[in-house]
């Protein structure tokens, strides 16, 4: 009865067009009325206690720093070296785009962000060359949910703080996973544009190439202060965040001189809406995990695939199945902060490494950015685009298919996170 009353006020409240984290409020009440412990003060302390998290705290800052790489040009500057590197191959700008998202990735963690600025900079051009709008959009579309694999990642933040994992392992296990995506889209995008007749850029010259490298070094140096940074342990995820929103702003002002202080205040006051949806997700989502704690709704869970325990692969697969269809009909944190607390006493209990699960988790929420009828990354694209909805679906079908192959690989093959994840800690 419990999961009824929970999944039936989740489901109602967001058809009827309730934003989620208020749908996830009405979820507390309704448990709480069930569970007979409304109490407004328990409540609102758990709405507060969801938010007081030092872990959190990189949030903001990660948001801040993908702000001002938009608007101090260090967005611009990634963009144009792999054009330069790549651009006059057959299908380049296809390159340029999976290049340019997971260097992007690298910078600020936001799916959504990275994609709008890919497609902004690069639809254009590939219309204006010929590439087939749909294809191209989705390309740009799925490059873009490299982000939340490739540190610094915010839904790796997000799954750490509900979970208790290392947010610094989950990110250097991203790490490997992330460059491996870009990879297999290249390798997809490489057959379809074989057999497209698309127009080539004269290659670049040496000395074009190296001032586009030095051009972009500020830019290309700050994933490597924060990969090091972890990796010699000289800084927590949170205060690589603090370090990456410094960086992100001298490089703006001083080096590239493409933001001006006047501009800073809206720069501030995007980073600040952002920041207050995710983190207002996060408290609402504390008040409905300790309801499930205290409904037992784990254990429930635990008992119903208690069968599949002895068998850990088979057990993934089932979970996996089961974020995918949830994916397609939630945003991708919303199902992080409702899901972690129900599946991790089942994921530890059947022995599954849990930054190895996180990994595949968030790969599987992102790809729930780009299924419709939800996909925040497939509006996003179809609004840059304009493209009608449809059609912006179907030239992500390639690109969809090959994410969850790529998906059930790391679920039969765990080494392939596990072992480079060895290497780096």
């Known amino acids: 009865m419990t999961v009824v009353i929970f999944l039936s006020v989740l489901l109602i409240s967001i058809l009827i067009g309730i934003p989620v984290a208020f749908a996830l409020l009405l979820c507390g009440v309704a448990l709480m009325l069930h569970l007979d412990l409304f109490d407004p003060q328990i409540m609102a302390q758990q709405l507060v206690s969801g938010a007081d998290s030092f872990s959190l705290l990189a949030i903001p800052f990660f948001v801040l720093a993908g702000e001002l790489m938009n608007q101090g040009g260090l967005s611009k500057r990634i963009i144009d070296l792999p054009m330069k590197l790549v651009g006059h191959k057959r299908g380049g700008l296809g390159f340029v785009a999976i290049l340019a998202a997971m260097i992007m990735a690298s910078l600020s963690g936001s799916a959504v962000a990275d994609t709008a600025a890919v497609a902004a900079m690069l639809l254009p051009m590939m219309k204006t060359t010929g590439y087939p709008v749909d294809r191209s959009a989705g390309l740009i579309g799925t490059a873009g949910i490299i982000a939340p694999i490739i540190p610094p990642s915010i839904p790796f933040i997000i799954f750490g703080v509900a979970s208790g994992v290392s947010i610094t392992k989950l990110f250097l296990a991203g790490i490997f996973p992330g460059i491996l995506m870009g990879v297999c889209l290249a390798i997809v995008w490489w057959f379809q544009a074989k057999k497209l007749d698309l127009m080539t850029f004269s290659k670049a010259s040496k000395e074009e190439l190296c001032i586009s490298f030095k051009n972009s070094i500020w830019a290309l140096l700050l994933p490597v202060i924060i990969i090091g940074g972890f990796r010699s342990g000289m800084f927590t995820p949170t205060e690589a965040g603090a370090v990456a929103a410094f960086y992100a702003l001298v490089v703006s002002i001083f080096v590239y001189k493409e933001l001006k202080w006047s501009q800073l205040y809206g720069v501030l006051l995007a980073a600040a809406k952002t920041t207050a949806v995710v983190m207002f997700l996060v408290a609402a989502a ?140």
Do not use: C, H, R
């Open 286 to 425: 504390q008040v409905t995990g300790w309801l499930i704690t205290i409904a037992e709704l784990p254990q429930m869970m635990t008992e119903l695939l208690e069968p599949l325990l002895d068998s850990p692969t088979t057990l993934l697969i089932v979970i996996m199945l089961l974020v995918f269809v949830i994916g397609m009909v939630m945003d991708l944190t919303p199902t992080v902060l409702i899901l972690t607390p129900v599946l991790m006493p089942l994921v530890e209990e059947a022995g599954i490494d849990p930054v190895y699960f996180g990994v595949l988790f968030i790969l599987n929420t992102s790809i729930g950015l780009i299924t419709p009828p939800v996909g925040n990354v497939l509006n996003v694209i179809t609004g840059v685009s304009k493209l009608p909805f449809d059609q912006a679906a179907k030239g992500i079908l390639p690109y969809l298919f090959m994410m969850i192959a790529l998906l059930f690989t790391f679920v039969f093959i765990p080494d392939l996170i596990l072992v480079p994840l060895s290497w780096m800690s």
